[in-house]
T-cell receptor, first 114, second 114 residues
Framework: QKEVEQNSGPLSVPEGAIASLNCTYSDRVSQSFFWYRQYSGKSPELIMS????GDKEDGRFTAQLNKASQYVSLLIRDSQPSDSATYLC??????????????FGQGTILTVHP | ETGVTQTPRHLVMGMTNKKSLKCEQH?????MYWYKQSAKKPLELMFVYNFKEQTENNSVPSRFSPECPNSSHLFLHLHTLQPEDSALYLC?????????????FGPGTRLTVT
């Protein structure tokens, strides 16, 4: 059974700190990874995608992928109260019969307190 | 309208009712998806359509019946539902379902089965 595992939290960080969100996956052929942010009562919003080993930066967000360790993380620098949400990690197989299937983790609840 | 839209946003139905959820994407994508999000559970893929053809049915009960008349529209027909089917139903779209493309979600329909 292919799984994506996240610590459900809650993760609480002070405003201005770095929030570190982690995700592990079980399928070695997973090729693509995505981080979504979901505010309470809203739908998931894509914030980062990463396909290659290493770091990818976009504004205050950095995604890190280590395929050898089957590990992907999201760092949020200068955390703001508006970053308080549930962060969903998802992986995706490439090609074949995967047909775009995303497998999601349970999500990590992040709270940024002033 | 922009992005992915869904109607209705909220739906309450009895177990003997028949209703339909509608999704429309304005992104020029060719793949559309239905997901189910229940409390305390990861987002779960239900169906995938690629260029109007169903390419994935993730062991969904037959009381859920999808329809994709064209690449921009997706329906989920509901009949004889059970209370445990109460959940947030999310539609998503992507460029297509055979590559590692990002998926974008609509606002969801909050379904309550009484």
């Amino acid at each position: 059974q292919k799984e994506v595992e996240q610590n459900s939290g809650p993760l609480s960080v002070p405003e201005g700190a770095i929030a570190s969100l982690n995700c592990t996956y079980s399928d070695r052929v997973s090729q693509s990874f995505f981080w979504y942010r979901q505010y309470s009562g809203k739908s998931p919003e894509l914030i980062m995608s990463i396909y290659s080993n290493g770091d990818k930066e976009d504004g205050r967000f950095t995604a890190q992928l280590n395929k050898a360790s089957q590990y992907v993380s999201l760092l949020i620098r200068d955390s703001q109260p508006s970053d308080s949400a549930t962060y969903l990690c998802a992986d995706q197989l490439a090609g074949g019969t995967s047909y775009g299937k995303l497998t999601f983790g349970q999500g990590t609840i992040l709270t940024v307190h002033p | 309208e922009t992005g992915v839209t869904q109607t209705p946003r909220h739906l309450v139905m009895g177990m003997t009712n028949k209703k339909s959820l509608k999704c429309e994407q304005h992104l020029g994508h060719n793949a559309m998806y239905w997901y189910k999000q229940s409390a305390k559970k990861p987002l779960e893929l239900m169906f995938v359509y690629n260029f109007k053809e169903q390419t994935e049915n993730n062991s969904v009960p037959s009381r859920f019946s999808p329809e994709c008349p064209n690449s921009s529209h997706l329906f989920l027909h509901l009949h004889t539902l059970q209370p445990e089917d109460s959940a947030l139903y999310l539609c998503a779209s992507s460029q297509d379902a055979t590559g590692t493309y990002e998926q974008y979600f609509g606002p969801g329909t909050r379904l309550t089965v009484t």
